[in-house]
Nanobody, 125 residues
Framework: QVQLVESGGGLVQAGGSLRLSCAAS????????MGWFRQAPGKDREFVAG????????SYADSVKGRFTISRDNAKNTMYLQMNSLKPDDTAVYYC??????????????????WGQGTPVTVSS
């Protein structure tokens, strides 16, 4: 079984930056696809960014494209989300997710098998 633990969330002013981390344990870090999702109160879980096993393939939601960067370090069993130019609309609980069943990035949350507990991000005006 795979365990995912997010960290790095917090309170930041608009225009600031945060770097989220997702540490994987319980098995070899060999998921074909990993991704970040977020969920704000009253809203559905939303795809943010995804990355393939090699890191060569990435995908971003239009709302974060150009501001966020996803990466992974398989040797460290860790995935990252660098968030720059943060906006109040980025406020949400951010979740790390992974699947061993896909080779290309999917934006559908139901395609992911493993989830972290979430780390909250609050962006003040």
């Amino acid at each position: 079984q795979v365990q995912l633990v997010e960290s790095g969330g917090g309170l930041v002013q608009a225009g600031g930056s945060l770097r989220l981390s997702c540490a994987a344990s319980g098995r070899t870090f060999s998921s074909y696809v990993m991704g970040w999702f977020r969920q704000a109160p009253g809203k559905d879980r939303e795809f943010v960014a995804g990355i393939t096993w090699t890191g060569a393939g990435t995908s971003y939601a239009d709302s974060v494209k150009g501001r966020f960067t996803i990466s992974r370090d398989n040797a460290k069993n860790t995935m990252y989300l660098q968030m720059n130019s943060l906006k109040p609309d980025d406020t949400a609980v951010y979740y790390c997710a992974a699947t061993t069943k896909r080779y290309s990035v999917t934006q559908y949350h139901g395609d992911y098998d493993y989830w972290g507990q979430g780390t909250p991000v609050t962006v003040s005006s």
